[in-house]
């Protein structure tokens, strides 16, 4: 084992000792690795990098939801709607929003980064200060569907332009005297311009490619990083890389911008959709309640209500009356019965009657009256004379037909007080087949009732929908609120020195041992080869 590992060691010593004999293969390697950095830290264009930070607003911030309007508020928490809602956002979906495809590509298109200028032999993409201008006609929404791309030649006073398609394989070549000039390639129209005063005197070259917003947004997408700044916060960094300060700096608000007019664009046509239907739910909701208010005005007038509950104290009050009614006169029937058998009653025929019986009043009892009158003085008579006297017969006379009218007058008073007992007794018949009604028109009564209530209930809570879809149409304000608008990060990020001399040590090192190794295998093969001759 120890045999094994001390060769392993003299054979990789064997190894370096060889190379290091070498070192004017590495100076020379390393000398030449200095070229390809110079290059790359020379041409590399300037790379910056720029930060924007955005606070996420949830529901109940940039809308209306937390407002309460009275019942109605109470109304739709009791049926767990509206009212101060959670109003959660999800952040992951909102980075998922502002890098996707669609928001960049608006993105692009506002800025027209879907054309792109270049000088010839250049990797330098220009913004503002491109001499010419490139416009797309198409009136697809995302530009062309084609990549094109264009070499502009502009000298001797003409501008000649060659154009083709990458994908239709179209190419055409134009000369123009003067511009603006219209580009027609297929089926794709363009016009080109001049821009920042540069005019057909100026001689200059430069190349233009022009493709979808969509394509473009892809290559955007890898250098855009869009990231939640901590999980318990609704705060998002965006951060991207550009050539030039000024774009980087408007890519990052534009996007905002876009992804705050989108937001508003949706929230918007939400509302208009709510607004829509609740409109017309409560059109509706106010021809049912009149209907069912109807129903409940014919219901009430039909069985000759008001208020239940004081339709049956009333009830309870009459019966109370009438019950009492109803004893008295029965007292009064049973009093006037023993008149009458006491009046007709053949030892009485010359009895007074007695005034604890006189139950009848007004003229009935004051015919009574008379008649006890009559018989004290038939009995006066009687006492200073004899019954042959002519006076006493006279007065019986009379008394007898007195008599006759008290019978008349009894009966008459048993009539009438029968007459009455029997109407309060039907009075009575009335109320209590009403209040034995009264569960059957309470539970009838009851439904109308639920019905109004229920569809009282759902137009308070449409009218509190409504209210607030308004409000919030009327109150708009930004989904991400800027807490750092874009700004340029202090070193630049490119070109990395660090990369060039990541690549230095790679070519010092793999150029050289790649070299003697080669140099290696092909003596090796060579003394084979003359071995086997």
């Given amino acids: 084992m120890e045999e094994n590992k001390d060769t392993e060691t003299l054979g990789l010593k064997t190894i370096v000792v060889r190379y290091l004999r070498q070192w004017k293969i590495f100076l020379i390697a390393f000398l030449f690795s200095l070229i390809p950095a110079a290059i790359y830290l020379s041409l590399y264009p300037k790379t910056f990098e720029f930060m924007a930070r955005i606070q996420i607003q949830d529901d109940k911030d940039v809308g209306m939801a937390g407002l309460g309007l009275g019942e109605a508020a109470g109304l739709m928490k009791s049926f767990g709607i509206g009212g101060g809602g959670s ?10 929003i502002l890098t996707s495809n669609q928001m960049l590509s608006r993105m692009i298109l506002d800025l027209g980064l879907n054309v792109e200028y270049t000088r010839p032999y250049s990797y330098y993409k220009m913004y503002h200060e491109a001499p010419l201008k490139l416009t797309p006609d198409s009136v697809a929404p995302g530009g062309p569907e084609d990549e094109y791309r264009f070499t502009v030649a502009v000298g001797n006073g003409k501008v000649k332009v060659g154009a083709k398609s990458t994908f239709g394989k179209q190419k055409e070549t134009f000369t123009f005297t003067s511009l603006p000039a ?9 016009t080109l311009d001049f821009d920042h005063g540069a005019s057909i005197s100026h001689d200059f070259k430069l190349k233009i490619n022009c493709m979808p917003a969509s394509w473009q947004a892809e290559v955007f997408a890898e250098e855009f990083l869009i990231e939640d700044l901590s999980k318990t916060s609704n705060v998002i960094e965006l951060t991207c890389t550009d050539h030039v300060k000024d774009r980087g ?6 996007l905002i911008q876009k992804y705050n007019e989108n937001a508003e664009s949706l929230k918007r046509s939400e509302d ?4 829509t239907f609740v409109d017309d739910r409560i059109d509706n909701i106010v021809s049912e309640l009149q209907e069912v208010e109807l129903n409940i005005e014919k219901y009430k007038t039909l069985h000759g209500m008001t208020l239940l509950e004081s339709d049956v104290l009333f009830y309870t009050e009459q019966m109370k009356e009438l019950q009492i009614k109803i004893v008295e006169l029965e007292a009064q029937s049973y009093v006037i019965r023993l008149m009458e058998d006491y009046v007709k009653n053949p030892a009485n025929k010359y009895e007074v009657i007695p005034s604890l019986l006189s139950a009848v009043e007004g003229e009935k009892a004051g015919a009574i009256t008379i008649y006890n009158e009559a018989l004290l003085e038939r009995d006066r008579l009687l006492q200073n004379s004899n019954e042959n006297n002519p006076a006493y017969k006279s007065m019986n006379a009379q008394v007898d037909k007195l008599r006759e009218g008290v019978y008349l007058t009894i009966g008459n008073a048993e ?12 009075k009575e018949k009335t109320l209590l087949d009403k209040m034995k009604s009264v569960p059957m028109m309470e539970r009838e009564y009851v439904s109308y009732r639920r019905q109004q209530e229920i569809l009282q209930g759902v137009y308070l809570i449409l009218l509190q929908k409504r209210e607030e879809t308004v409000l919030s149409l009327g109150h708009q304000t930004d989904r991400a609120r800027v807490t750092d608008p874009a700004f340029v990060m202090k070193k630049p990020i490119g070109p990395r020195k660090l990369y060039a ?3 230095m040590i790679l070519l010092t090192l793999v150029l050289p041992v790649g070299y003697l190794f080669a140099k290696d295998i092909t003596v090796a093969i060579l003394e084979e080869y003359k071995r086997t001759k």
């Fill in 87 to 96: 109003g959660g956002v999800s952040i992951e979906d909102e980075i998922s």
């Fill in 249 to 254: 700096i408007a890519m990052l608000n534009t």
């Fill in 272 to 275: 208009q959709k709510v607004m």
């Fill in 415 to 426: 009539k009438s007080c029968q007459m009455t007992l029997n109407d309060l007794k039907a």
């Fill in 501 to 503: 001399a990541i690549g």
């Fill in 182 to 190: 219209r580009i027609q390639l297929g089926d794709a129209a363009f």
